[in-house]
């Protein structure tokens, strides 16, 4: 991060442009079966209260935006003017919900609603709001964050940012532990692999292994001081399991909150565990350098697991509902996540650093 001080309005930034696709992609997936209705665009402004909505339609309409009307506030915080960033970011918020509405028209399987519309502004507008109050003292402690913990490394922001994302991974039980990019999804391509125990717990394990270590080895990369790395690291990747055990119980049932530790799963974490208290003694830019043929090795295992009869059951337990569009948001992001990690990785070896723990 930049010792400017410029450092968390980049991270903003970053945040407002990661959670601004994560909200187009939602509103509008699957992306597919688009037509033309034969009625205006924008007829949906007009209409009447929809006569079928829930509560949980409600809320979950006005907390998606309270994220993005927090970030473009603190991403529009240096513009003069004391109410000029959470004025516009209300304003961006909005016109980006009424684009999404507006070309939900052209999609089969979504209704446009103007109460939708009015719940997305609402939830901008509160988002606003909470950044205009508390945005100096967040700013503030990120600011001491940045000098006590970050490293002085090029795109750190852009780094902190991939592995937020990281962490939607997790959330979708049907694929493997730590299972970052698996496309076969996307491009329609049967497993190489036949299914037999061992061969899957194999490949788990080696899935498991070089997702968690790729992880580690970007947070070393972004650690000021190698002691500060193992704690680090280490509640990071608790953190990630803690999200896989919350997301199978609520998604597919209470007692399927452990069933993804296998032994392949478990033999994995013990081998990333091991290799990660010698690895993250390295200085952090060998670190990274180690992390580019860690995160490629994923992600062909992962393109080559046998298909696991968990992840079907799994899936049909949960692809429903509200949760449709949530699920394929979370695959898009756990297929994708090597793909934007790569270059970051790439980007941020081809800069000279400074001095670094």
């Given at each position: 991060?930049?010792r400017?001080?410029n450092g968390?309005?980049v991270?903003?930034r970053?945040?407002a442009?990661?959670w601004l696709?994560?909200t187009?992609?939602g509103?509008?997936?699957?992306?597919?079966?688009?037509?033309?209705?034969?009625?205006?665009?924008?007829?949906?402004?007009?209409?009447?209260w929809?006569r079928y909505?829930?509560?949980f339609d409600?809320?979950?309409?006005?907390?998606?935006?309270?994220?993005l009307g927090?970030f473009?506030?603190?991403?529009l915080?240096r513009l003069p003017?004391?109410?000029?960033?959470?004025?516009?970011?209300?304003?961006?918020?909005?016109?980006v919900?009424l684009?999404l509405e507006t070309?939900q028209n052209w999609?089969p399987?979504?209704v446009p609603?103007n109460l939708?519309?009015a719940?997305?502004?609402?939830g901008v507008?509160?988002?606003?709001?909470w950044a205009?109050?508390?945005?100096?003292?967040?700013?503030?402690r990120l600011i001491?964050v940045e000098q006590?913990l970050?490293?002085p490394?090029?795109?750190a922001e852009?780094?902190?940012?991939l592995?937020g994302l990281w962490l939607?991974?997790?959330?979708?039980p049907e694929?493997?532990?730590?299972?970052?990019?698996?496309?076969?999804h996307l491009i329609?391509v049967?497993?190489?692999?036949?299914?037999?125990?061992d061969s899957?717990?194999a490949v788990?394990?080696?899935?498991t292994?070089?997702n968690?270590?790729?992880v580690?080895?970007?947070?070393?990369y972004?650690?000021?001081?190698?002691?500060?790395?193992?704690p680090?690291?280490?509640?990071f990747?608790?953190?990630?399991l803690?999200?896989?055990?919350?997301?199978?119980?609520v998604?597919?049932?209470?007692?399927?909150?452990m069933?993804?530790?296998?032994?392949g799963?478990?033999?994995?974490?013990s081998?990333?565990?091991i290799?990660l208290?010698?690895?993250?003694w390295l200085?952090?830019?060998?670190a990274?350098?180690l992390?580019v043929?860690v995160?490629?090795?994923?992600s062909?295992?992962?393109n080559?697991?046998?298909a696991?009869p968990y992840?079907?059951?799994a899936?049909?337990?949960w692809r429903q509902?509200?949760?449709?569009n949530?699920?394929?948001?979370?695959?898009?992001?756990a297929?994708l996540?090597?793909?934007?990690?790569?270059p970051?990785l790439?980007?941020?070896?081809g800069?000279p650093?400074?001095?670094a723990?």
């Open positions: 991060m930049s400017s001080g968390p309005i991270l903003a970053y945040l442009l990661a696709g994560l187009v992609y509103s509008l997936h699957p992306f597919s079966g688009w037509r033309d209705s034969g009625v205006s665009p924008w007829a949906f402004l007009n209409t009447d929809p909505w829930t509560l409600l809320l979950a309409n006005v907390a998606v935006y309270v994220p927090f473009f506030t603190l991403a915080r003017g004391r109410y000029t960033a959470p004025i516009l970011a209300t304003l961006l918020g909005g016109a919900s684009g070309l999609l399987t979504r609603s939708d519309l719940c997305n502004t609402l507008l509160i988002g606003a709001i205009q109050i508390v945005g100096p003292r967040i700013f503030a001491a006590r970050i490293a490394v090029p795109h852009l780094g902190l940012t592995l939607l991974v997790p959330l979708s694929i493997l532990l730590f299972g970052a990019g698996d496309i076969r329609t049967d497993p190489l692999l036949p299914f037999s125990v899957f717990a788990e394990a080696g899935v292994a070089c968690a270590l790729a580690g080895l970007m947070l070393r972004l650690c000021a001081r190698r002691w500060t790395a193992y680090t690291v280490a509640i990747l608790l953190l990630g803690a999200v896989r055990a919350v997301s199978a119980a998604l597919v049932g209470p007692a399927e909150a069933a993804w530790l296998t032994p799963a478990r033999q994995g974490l081998v990333a565990g290799a208290l010698l690895l993250l200085p952090n830019r060998l990274l350098w992390a043929p995160l490629i090795a994923g062909v295992l992962v080559l697991a046998p696991n992840s079907a059951a899936l049909a337990a509902g509200h949760f449709l949530f699920n394929g948001l979370t695959r898009l992001v297929a996540w090597p793909l934007l990690a790569l970051f790439l980007l941020a070896l800069r650093q400074g001095r723990g």
